[in-house]
């Protein structure tokens, strides 16, 4: 089992930074894939960012080259860094993770509300 809890959200103008952290429960060495989630009104939840333990990263391509996840194995903490928020950036986000030994276990955060104002 793994409790995830996230913070860092707000009201930020566009332009601005936030910087989120996913604080979890136990040591995230084991974890196979930390991702950061966000959910609009009205949309599907969609990835924006993951890391594998081989630090392998993703993005989608509407955060690329703004958003940069990062995982500290010492605080057992993800984060993402973001930079030039946009209206668009603003959603739910919700942190994730993925342990897979014999069968695939996925955890999720409570969610942090990030507000871009124009």
């Known amino acids: 089992q793994v409790q995830l809890v996230e913070s860092g959200g707000g009201l930020v103008q566009a332009g601005g930074s936030l910087r989120l952290s996913c604080a979890a429960s136990?040591?995230?060495?084991?974890?196979?894939?930390m991702g950061w989630y966000r959910q609009a009104p009205g949309k599907q939840r969609e990835l924006v960012a993951s890391i594998t333990s081989a630090d392998t990263i993703n993005y989608a391509d509407s955060v690329e080259g703004r958003f940069t996840i990062t995982r500290d194995n010492t605080k057992n903490t993800e984060y993402l860094q973001m930079n030039s928020l946009k209206p668009d950036d603003t959603a739910v986000y919700y942190c994730n993770a993925i342990v897979v030994r014999s069968i695939k276990y996925d955890y999720w955060g409570q969610g942090t509300q990030v507000t871009v104002s124009s």
């Open positions: 136990r040591s995230i060495v084991g974890i196979n894939v």
